[in-house]
């Protein structure tokens, strides 16, 4: 038997009993569901991840739904456990959803919720800040300055890379891939090259009106190409950012080969999932080839690094923060609470999760709706018409 979790409790005679994980920024999600009648209780565990059991004590005998973190493990215990407490809304506070077994939520009924769009351009910021600190080796020559090294100016010292005129690859251009491939573009003067699924079509036209305003000012205009593979992304860029999700087919798509094809003194950056990259044969990579150099938000083995990682001065590594603007971890916070509060109120779903502003506007009361269920077709759930 789990021992009890620490919990602080908003609302204590509402209706509905809303569990939330962990603390989240701000409080408007917090009253967004009090306001309609819920007990929210908000887990104090000191513990940074939450076990299966410390949420299925949590959850208790009764629970209408529960805001949870990507860092738990949403599967048939946790889910089943939800069902015959009587509760059938779930939302991860992150657009990603790899730490959810949908086919579980489905089987009992639940519905999924996510947070897409709020993180694009802080997402998108971070990978982009990466990419210089990396190019411009700014980590390194902070750690040569605060250790006292410095002597005096040098032609050689810290010499890194120019970005303008230079191809970015972007693997994944999907909301935050094309929003970090613009900002490489408009900022840099970068061409692209993208590889994904699906033509990118909204990020090629930018790219092409970009193009033609700098040719028509006498600049050299940047350019875009769609790669027929993979490869022909990692051959050709010499900054390359990966930004797909991560499920069977994009486990491991950075392994030693494709690393192997990748130019020597190439960038790659990675803020999408840990489990993307290789890590272990990344760290070889960049033990063989000192002028290559990866930033890394995220690693195969949260919280932990792949050994040797933390030893090489050609990685940049951050404890996965790229969402982590003030105004963008508020309104995870508060999509996640309205994806749970709307499956409770029988809401229907939002028709376009590209645009989820509406229910981020403090000054106006969000639409009567569940901002993202990535599983609304599987359960039958009614599409908004707002
Ligand atoms: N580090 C962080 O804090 C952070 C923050 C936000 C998102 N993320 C991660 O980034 C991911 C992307 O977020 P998004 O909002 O841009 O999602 P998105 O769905 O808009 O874009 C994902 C893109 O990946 C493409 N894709 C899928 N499989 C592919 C494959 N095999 N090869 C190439 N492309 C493929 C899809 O076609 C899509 O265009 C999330 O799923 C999440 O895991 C991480
Ligand atoms: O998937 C996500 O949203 C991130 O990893 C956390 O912000």
Known sequence: MAKPVSIEVWNPSGKYRVISTKAMPGTRWIRLLTDQDCRVEICTSKKTILSVEDILALIGEKCDGVIGQLTEDWGEALFSALSRAGGKAFSNMAVGYNNVDVNAANKYGVAVGNTPGVLTETTAELAASLSVA??????????????????????????????????????????????????????????????????????????????????????????????????????????????????????????????????????????????????????????????????????????????????????????HIASASKWTREGMATLAALNVLGKIKGYPVWSNPNNVEPFLNENSPPPAACPSIVNAKNLGLTASKL
């Open 134 to 319: 990396a190019s411009r080796r700014i980590v390194e020559a902070d750690e040569f300055m605060r250790a006292g090294l410095y002597d005096g100016w040098l032609p050689h010292l810290f010499v890194g890379n120019l970005l303008k005129g230079q191809t970015v690859g972007v693997i994944g251009a999907g909301r935050i891939g094309s929003a970090y491939a613009r900002m490489m573009i408009e900022g840099f003067k970068m061409n692209l090259i993208y590889y994904d699924l699906y033509q990118a079509t909204r990020l090629e036209k930018f790219v092409t009106a970009y193009g033609e305003f700098l040719k028509a000012n006498g600049e050299q205009p940047v350019t875009w190409k769609r790669a027929g593979s993979m490869e022909e992304v990692l051959r050709e860029g010499d900054v390359i950012s990966l930004h797909p999700i991560l499920d069977k087919t994009t486990y491991h798509l950075i392994n030693k080969e494709r690393l192997s094809i990748m130019k020597k003194e190439a960038i790659l950056v990675n803020c999408s999932r840990g489990p993307v990259v290789d890590e272990v044969a990344l760290v070889e990579h960049l033990k063989e080839n000192p002028m290559f150099r990866v930033g890394l938000d995220v690693f195969e083995d949260e919280p932990y690094m792949k050994p040797g990682l933390a030893d090489m001065k050609n990685a940049i590594v951050v404890p």
